[in-house]
């Protein structure tokens, strides 16, 4: 089971505005991650934010972390065509064990 | 380019037979990890193994097997194949066996007809 939950499941945008996509998790965790996909390819690391951080922001993107409401959000600012592309967000559970588990992602079209 | 290498990128095959993914890790990283991923179960863990030990398991199914070996690169190995094990197979690296940021190849597209 996937203990992530992204929202839109798809978006589609023009250039230059902002995409915003939300992540919802089940337990605690000890990071939760973002990350990038396009097209069937491999899966390319954006943000990790830990449990006690609230936000955190990398160039054109800023993540948010509610650990009381157990969601996440990931902000693509001025957005370009480049960044279509499929998002995921993973957990790392206060487990011994560090492996992450994906939501079913977020599909985000740029129009031109 | 992330540093983990994965061969080979496309396989296909038939019901029944075997095949082996092979995955490099980057440099250094001593955690390699097994992720699975098909349109109908989306991004499934399958296992991690650190410094040669299998450290955690995850959704692999008992015809699946992985190792890593001394100079860390891994295998996984995929028997007596069914068409739902279609998928693609990613492996990722960690530097340590902590929750650190996970490196991923590009995948190998396992197809069987």
């Known amino acids: 089971s996937q203990q992530g939950e992204e929202d839109p499941q798809a978006l589609s945008i023009q250039e230059g505005e902002n995409a915003t996509m939300n992540c919802s998790y089940k337990t605690s965790i000890n990071n939760l991650q973002w990350y990038r996909q396009n097209s069937g390819r491999g899966l390319v690391h954006l943000i990790l934010i830990r449990s006690n951080e609230r936000e955190k922001h990398s160039g054109r993107l800023r993540v948010t972390l509610d650990t009381s409401k157990k969601s996440s959000s990931l902000l693509i600012t001025a957005s370009r065509a480049a960044d279509t592309a499929s998002y995921f967000c993973a957990t790392v559970l206060r487990t011994n064990d560090y492996k992450l588990s994906f939501g079913a992602g977020t599909t985000v079209t740029v129009r031109a | 380019d992330s540093g983990v290498t994965q061969t080979p990128k496309h396989l296909i095959t038939a019901t029944g037979q075997r095949v082996t993914l092979r995955c490099s890790p980057r440099s250094g990283d001593l955690s390699v990890y097994w992720y699975q991923q098909s349109l109908d179960q989306g991004l499934q863990f399958l296992i991690q193994?650190?410094?040669?030990?299998?450290?955690a398991k995850g959704n692999i199914l008992e015809r699946f097997s992985a190792q890593q070996f001394p100079d860390l690169h891994s295998e996984l190995n995929l028997s007596s194949l069914e068409l739902g094990d279609s998928a693609l197979y990613f492996c990722a690296s960690s530097a340590g066996g902590g929750p650190d940021i996970q490196y991923f190849g590009a995948g190998t597209r396992l197809s069987v007809l």
């Open positions: 193994y650190y410094n040669g030990e299998e450290r």
